[in-house]
C-alpha cells in the first residue's frame, strides 16, 4: 500500500469497484440539490509563526532602534547590505555583524506620478536605491526621497536617513521616513 508503485503492486485498482456490492449513504440526483447547496461555515483556531530568518530578523529589530547593520564577509572582503548570513560571491557563511552610518549616495532614482495606490498625483513621488555608507559599493535599499524636489534630485547625491519618532518605529524600512539631502557637515 502506498508509494509511487502501489498501483503496479497491487495490479490496478479497477477491481476496488468490482467488489463493492453497495456504496453505503444515500445517491442524490438534481432534484435533491434544489433549493441550494449545504454550506457550513467554521473559524478554525489557526496558529501560525513566521520569522524572517537570522539576518533580516536582525535587520529590521536594528531599524527599530534607528541603526543600520550588515554582515561582513572576510571570503571576498565585503560589507553586505542589507545583511546576508550567506555570501554568494564566494559561497561561504558570513562572518561577523557590522554597523554603517545612516548616510549614503543615490545610485538611480524615478519620479512617479502615481501614489502607492497606483492613483494619479500632481506632486511626484520620488524612489530609488541608496548605495550606503560603509557597505561595499553597490550595496543599498531602495527608498523615497524627501527633502527635495524632482528638478534638485541627482544621482551621485549624497543623503541622510530621516527617521520615524522612537515611540512610532516598529522595525520595518518604513521607519526611515525617506532619505534626504546631505547637509553640510554632517556625515
Do not use: N
Not at 456490492?21 to 473559524?43: C, F, M, N, Q
Not at 520620488?126 to 531602495?142: N, R
Amino acid at each position: 500500500m502506498g508509494g509511487p508503485d502501489a498501483v503496479r503492486v497491487r495490479g490496478g485498482d479497477g477491481d476496488v469497484t468490482a467488489r463493492v456490492s453497495k456504496w453505503p449513504g444515500i445517491e442524490l440526483g438534481p432534484k435533491d440539490l434544489e433549493g441550494g447547496v449545504t454550506a457550513v461555515r467554521y473559524r478554525p483556531e489557526a496558529k501560525f509563526a513566521w520569522s524572517a530568518g537570522e539576518a533580516m530578523s536582525r535587520f529590521l529589530a536594528e531599524l527599530q532602534e534607528a541603526r543600520l547593520i550588515a554582515r561582513e564577509c572576510k571570503g571576498c572582503t565585503r560589507i553586505l547590505f542589507p545583511p546576508r548570513m550567506f555570501c554568494e560571491e564566494c559561497y561561504r557563511p558570513t562572518d561577523a555583524w557590522v554597523y554603517l552610518r545612516d548616510t549614503g549616495t543615490i545610485e538611480t532614482y524615478s519620479v512617479s506620478y502615481l501614489d502607492t495606490d497606483a492613483r494619479r498625483i500632481t506632486e511626484p513621488i520620488l524612489v530609488g536605491v541608496v548605495s550606503i555608507d560603509g557597505a561595499s559599493p553597490k550595496m543599498g535599499m531602495m527608498h523615497y526621497f524627501g527633502e527635495m524636489s524632482k528638478d534638485e534630485i541627482r544621482i551621485g547625491m549624497r543623503v541622510k536617513a530621516k527617521w520615524r519618532a522612537p515611540r512610532d518605529r516598529v522595525g520595518s524600512v518604513l521607519d526611515i521616513v525617506y532619505f534626504r539631502p546631505l547637509r553640510e557637515g554632517e556625515g
